[in-house]
Nanobody, 127 residues
Framework: QVQLVESGGGSVQAGGSLRLSCAAS????????MGWFRQAPGKDREFVGR????????YYADAVKGRFTISRDNAKSGVDLQMNSLKPEDTAVYYC????????????????????WGQGTQVTVSS
């Protein structure tokens, strides 16, 4: 049974940093892309970024490019999301997701590509 478990959420002031982790278990994720999404109250779930489990290549939404970094944690069999220079508009529940298959350079940004999802972790940024 595939499980994705996020951790590391919390509250921070604008300009601060948080690091989210996603622990993945239940299968081999070689060939998978691991995505991060977020959902603010009253809004649709939106793509934040993704990383190829095999190659380590990444792609980010414009809203977070240059501030957020996704990396693999092979020791913990998971992925991390380092968030710097946080803004109040980054406030949301953040979700880790896993999807199998090929992604073009700017592809795999929709929720439908991802078959597995974590339960989410809250990030609150105050001004």
């Amino acid at each position: 049974q595939v499980q994705l478990v996020e951790s590391g959420g919390g509250s921070v002031q604008a300009g601060g940093s948080l690091r989210l982790s996603c622990a993945a278990s239940g299968r081999t994720f070689s060939g998978y892309n691991m995505g991060w999404f977020r959902q603010a109250p009253g809004k649709d779930r939106e793509f934040v970024g993704r990383i190829s489990w095999s190659s380590g290549s990444t792609y980010y939404a414009d809203a977070v490019k240059g501030r957020f970094t996704i990396s693999r944690d092979n020791a913990k069999s998971g992925v991390d999301l380092q968030m710097n220079s946080l803004k109040p508009e980054d406030t949301a529940v953040y979700y880790c997701a896993a999807g199998a298959g090929y992604c073009s350079a700017s592809g795999c940004v929709g929720v439908r590509f991802y078959a597995y999802w974590g339960q989410g972790t809250q990030v609150t940024v105050s001004s």
